[in-house]
């Protein structure tokens, strides 16, 4: 069983910037495809950021490129997002995903993650 955790969420300016953390349990955590994703009040969840296990691919969504960098710490079995230039239609739950499906591909649809964690809540104020 894997439990992810995030943190780093809150409420901040239009053009701020955040860091998101999710803290992974497990052994294995290397070997994870990881991802987050984000729903705002009456949407479906949505895509934003994934990296496959070895690190080598990323992906991000269009609403975020450019803005937005998804890194992760094996060592310390966490998977970072820093988020910049942060605007209103950023404001939603953000979520991490984790699978351990081992594939260079990066996973970029939820039913493809296997664990989740509870979410943590990004608000951009205008």
């Known amino acids: 069983q894997v439990q992810l955790v995030e943190s780093g969420g809150g409420l901040v300016q239009a053009g701020g910037s955040l860091r998101l953390s999710c803290a992974a349990s497990?052994?294995?955590?290397?070997?994870?495809?990881l991802g987050w994703f984000r729903q705002a009040p009456g949407k479906e969840r949505e895509f934003a950021a994934a990296?496959?296990?070895?690190?080598?691919?990323?992906s991000y969504a269009g609403s975020v490129k450019g803005r937005v960098t998804l890194s992760r710490d094996n060592a310390k079995n966490t998977v970072y997002l820093q988020m910049n230039n942060l605007k209103p239609e950023d404001t939603a739950v953000y979520y991490c995903?984790?699978?351990?499906?081992?594939?260079?591909?990066?996973?970029?649809?939820?039913?493809?993650?296997?664990?989740w964690g509870q979410g943590t809540q990004v608000t951009v104020s205008s």
């Open positions: 497990g052994r294995s955590f290397s070997l994870y495809n």
């Open positions: 990296i496959n296990w070895s690190g080598s691919r990323t």
């Open positions: 995903a984790a699978t351990h499906t081992q594939t260079t591909m990066v996973l970029t649809t939820p039913y493809e993650y296997d664990y």
